[in-house]
């Protein structure tokens, strides 16, 4: 291979490199409309055989982590999420996937309803439900117990549960629910829509 041809290939790498970092970071614009940012995905898609689950290079968050981090861009996770190629999982720094970037319900009901997606990822201290407990988060508390696939009995690096987290910080509202859906979690109901109605009847008795 001759070196003109390397540096070709290098230029091509660094444009396309560039264009996905433009991408990403157009994401935390909030001056700019999810319309805007998906016809371009759609066109990078065209013309540069966009990865959907490129990181940038700081951080390895992806389009998905940065469409569900802070208030969250609904029509484009939305879109994102129905892309078949889309790593719902996927981990960045400190090994944290989209769900705990997540911070506003609607979003969260979203990223549930992908059908690979890991609703107890562990990073490299806890789970999400460890840190939604702890920050006494109830709203999304409450969307993630009335999922039939959590697991309340995972222990944080320190050895304590969701349970002991919200007990220790003394967020009894969380602590009820808790007690509640993990009598609900041994049930193992086949029907999860049955299971998450009989779920949210049992949280509701304490909200």
Same mark, same amino acid.
């Given at each position: 291979?001759?070196?003109?041809? @390397?540096?070709?290939?290098?230029? /091509?790498? #660094?444009?396309?490199?560039?264009? =996905?970092?433009?991408?990403?970071?157009? @994401?935390?614009?909030?001056?700019?409309?999810?319309?805007?940012?998906?016809?371009?995905?759609?066109?990078?898609?065209?013309?540069?055989?966009?990865? @959907?689950?490129?990181?940038?290079?700081? =951080?390895?968050?992806?389009?998905? $982590?940065?469409?569900?981090?802070?208030?969250?861009?609904?029509?484009?996770?939305?879109?994102?999420?129905?892309?078949?190629? /889309?790593?719902?999982?996927?981990?960045?720094?400190?090994?944290?996937?989209?769900?705990?970037?997540?911070?506003?319900?609607?979003?969260?009901?979203?990223?549930? *309803?992908?059908? %690979?997606? %890991?609703?107890?990822?562990?990073?490299?201290?806890?789970? $999400?439900?460890?840190?939604?407990?702890? *920050?006494?988060?109830?709203?999304?508390?409450?969307?993630?117990?009335?999922?039939?696939?959590?697991?309340?009995?995972?222990?944080?690096? =320190?050895? =304590?549960?969701?349970?002991?987290?919200?007990? #220790? #910080?003394?967020?009894?509202?969380?602590?009820?629910?808790?007690?509640?859906?993990?009598?609900?979690?041994?049930?193992?109901?086949?029907?999860?829509?049955?299971?998450?109605?009989?779920?949210?009847? $049992? $949280?509701?008795?304490?909200?």
């Amino acid at each position: 291979m001759g070196k003109k041809h @390397i540096y070709a290939n290098r230029e /091509v790498a #660094r444009s396309k490199q560039k264009a =996905y970092e433009k991408l990403l970071y157009k @994401i935390t614009d909030k001056a700019i409309v999810d319309s805007e940012i998906i016809w371009d995905l759609e066109c990078a898609k065209e013309d540069l055989d966009f990865d @959907i689950n490129w990181g940038d290079l700081r =951080y390895d968050r992806t389009a998905l $982590i940065f469409a569900v981090s802070g208030s969250g861009r609904k029509k484009l996770v939305e879109y994102l999420l129905s892309d078949p190629n /889309v790593d719902v999982n996927h981990k960045s720094e400190g090994d944290s996937t989209a769900l705990y970037f997540c911070a506003q319900v609607p979003i969260l009901k979203l990223l549930l *309803s992908h059908k %690979d997606i %890991d609703v107890n990822p562990s990073n490299r201290t806890d789970t $999400i439900l460890h840190e939604i407990c702890y *920050s006494n988060r109830i709203g999304m508390a409450r969307e993630l117990l009335l999922d039939a696939r959590i697991n309340t009995s995972v222990c944080d690096i =320190y050895g =304590y549960t969701a349970m002991k987290n919200a007990i #220790r #910080r003394r967020h009894h509202g969380i602590v009820n629910m808790l007690k509640r859906t993990g009598r609900t979690s041994l049930l193992r109901i086949p029907n999860a829509s049955l299971c998450r109605d009989i779920t949210r009847m $049992i $949280i509701e008795e304490y909200m």
